[in-house]
């Protein structure tokens, strides 16, 4: 009835705008939405993060090399989000178009 190629481009499209919008949600939310947003945020603003290899070898090394890198950036706490936001939608999105769309 439809075309395989159209169905795959709707499907790409659909996935890509999901993506879009749960990345507009996270990215776009107050720091006291969210169980651990605010305390993530409090630790983004006090704790000193060296900028050096010593972060990667603490627990939670991802997220103290994540922070650390925005950090001395000079990121603020909505951009901190949104950035954060970025990396887990766009994980999240590939993800759902490798397990449903192919």
Same mark, same amino acid.
């Given at each position: 009835?439809?075309?395989?190629? /159209?169905? =795959?481009?709707?499907?790409?499209?659909?996935?890509? *705008?999901?993506?879009? =919008?749960?990345?507009?949600?996270?990215?776009?939310?107050?720091? $006291? !939405?969210? !169980?651990?947003?605010?305390?993530?945020?409090?630790?983004?603003?006090?704790?000193?993060?060296?900028?050096?290899?010593?972060?990667?070898?603490?627990?939670?090394?991802?997220?103290?090399?994540? =922070? $650390?890198? *925005?950090?001395?950036?000079?990121? $603020?706490?909505?951009?901190?989000?949104?950035?954060? =936001?970025? !990396? !887990?939608?766009? /994980?999240?999105?590939?993800?759902? *178009?490798?397990?449903?769309?192919?």
């Amino acid at each position: 009835m439809y075309d395989d190629k /159209i169905v =795959a481009d709707v499907k790409l499209i659909t996935a890509n *705008l999901m993506g879009f =919008a749960l990345f507009l949600v996270m990215s776009l939310r107050h720091h $006291s !939405v969210g !169980v651990d947003t605010g305390q993530y945020l409090f630790r983004y603003n006090h704790v000193i993060y060296p900028l050096n290899f010593d972060i990667f070898l603490r627990e939670e090394w991802i997220y103290h090399g994540f =922070a $650390s890198i *925005l950090k001395n950036l000079g990121i $603020s706490e909505q951009g901190y989000l949104a950035i954060y =936001a970025f !990396v !887990v939608t766009f /994980i999240l999105t590939r993800f759902f *178009l490798q397990i449903f769309y192919q």
